[in-house]
């Protein structure tokens, strides 16, 4: 069982920059390949960015490469969405997910769900 946690969300002008940190409970963390999946109102949930269980493999959405960068840290148990050079489309309720062992981009697949934080971003 994990339990995840976001925060990190706000509002944001175009051309800025937000973190985003998901902390899980739990000692299995490690177990866990993570994603991030984000929400907009009126759309289906969307895959953002994922990373294997040891964080050596990322993974993203082609509309969000070379500007989010997915990270985690086994020791702290947490796992954190750098997002720079916003855009207003990525406003969305962003949400932390996890999945054992083996990442996916299909939300379905995950088992586990944090609570969401908001990131709004303005043109």
């Known amino acids: 069982q994990v339990q995840l946690v976001e925060s990190g969300g706000g509002l944001v002008q175009a051309g800025g920059s937000l973190r985003l940190s998901c902390a899980a409970s739990g000692r299995t963390f490690s177990y866990y390949a993570m994603g991030w999946f984000r929400q907009a109102p009126g759309k289906e949930r969307e895959f953002v960015a994922a990373i294997s269980r040891s964080g050596g493999n990322t993974y993203y959405a082609d509309s969000v490469a070379g500007r989010f960068t997915i990270s985690r840290n086994n020791a702290k148990n947490t796992v954190a969405l750098q997002m720079n050079s916003l855009k207003p489309e990525d406003t969305a309720v962003y949400y932390c997910?996890?999945?054992?062992?083996?990442?996916?981009?299909?939300?379905?697949?995950?088992?586990?769900w944090g609570q969401g934080t908001q990131v709004t971003v303005s043109s």
């Open positions: 997910a996890a999945r054992g062992p083996v990442h996916t981009t299909t939300p379905t697949e995950y088992n586990y």
